[in-house]
């Protein structure tokens, strides 16, 4: 059932004290999947995907595996697209996504799958290793998605619009196991929410897209994005809690959201270098992005 318009109409008023009472720029979204309510902030506003564009690579990847032209045990280098996947969804792991984008015919595949998929607004241009080499803008256009634009990919990923079932539920598997960013979409959230997310992390950028699944079985597709500021992570966990317990018509959201302008630091970014070798390397150097 559809939320009324005067919930919806709180709820976004909600996000938007939050958004706007904390330093920093926001960009949030999210969707009913079932009633196709929709709730957004600066949500025609374009921000850095950051690693969570590696949703779009695994979509175009097992949308071959869908066509008969890949399977997921096929050999990339020493590795397989299945263990690639993984360690690029799960681990964020840097040079898995890029031998996966060199698979698939470079970034301009990605982006003509977006296209294909009638997905207008986020784009991919880059690989992550050109990405982090390029001087650091976070107003480039490049490797941007508003945040509508990422929930449409959500929406068509979650719908069977875009993947057949047993692909989409190997990504949700993959997606529900993401062992980056806890302190963001997760951060704040009940212990019976199911959580499916990719986070994406740059200097100065954090960002976190994915489900939220209620005990009832509903699902929330949700995207926040967030650049400058000192507490990122902070609101986007308060921002999620406030979606949660408003489509769910918890009574907390109110309370979450007077907190708008006093998040605490107990949430605050993670950007540091990642051992040399771990999730966050590039080719064995540490990089300080894309967690």
Not at 37 to 64: C, H, I, W
Not at 112 to 130: E, P
Not at 243 to 269: H, K, M, S
């Amino acid at each position: 059932m559809a939320q009324a318009p005067a919930q919806l109409q709180s709820l976004e008023q909600r996000l938007a004290a939050l958004a706007t009472e904390n330093p920093g720029e926001y960009g949030i979204a999210a969707l009913d999947l079932t009633s196709g309510a929709m709730v957004a902030f600066n949500g025609d506003r374009p921000f850095p995907m950051a690693s969570t564009v590696k949703v779009a690579v695994a979509a175009a990847y097992l949308s071959e595996v869908d066509a008969g032209r890949r399977t997921l045990d096929d050999p990339i280098g020493a590795s397989t697209a299945r263990v690639l996947m993984e360690a690029m969804i799960i681990h964020s792991d840097n040079r898995a996504t890029d031998m996966l984008i060199a698979t698939l015919g470079g970034p301009s595949a990605i982006d003509s799958w977006l296209r294909a998929h009638r997905l207008s607004g986020i784009r991919a241009d880059r690989t992550i290793a050109t990405l982090l080499s390029d001087r650091r803008d976070l107003t480039d256009v490049r490797d941007s998605s508003t945040p509508t634009a990422m929930l449409g990919l959500l929406r068509a990923i979650d719908s069977g619009e875009a993947l057949t079932p047993q692909s989409r539920a190997h990504l949700l598997d993959l997606m529900r196991r993401c062992a980056t960013g806890t302190n963001r979409i997760r951060g704040l959230l009940p212990p019976e929410a199911r959580v499916e997310h990719k986070t994406g992390t740059l200097n100065g950028y954090t960002g976190d897209v994915g489900y939220l699944t209620y005990p009832d079985g509903r699902r929330i597709a949700v995207v926040f994005f967030a650049r400058g500021g000192s507490n990122r992570p902070g609101v986007i966990s308060t921002a999620a809690r406030a979606i949660y317990d408003g489509f769910g018509g918890g009574g907390q959201a109110a309370g979450l959201a007077a907190q708008a302008g006093r998040v605490q630091n107990a949430y605050a970014p993670i950007e540091r270098s990642a051992p040399a070798g771990s999730a966050c390397s590039l080719g064995g150097q540490a990089v300080q992005a894309q967690c």
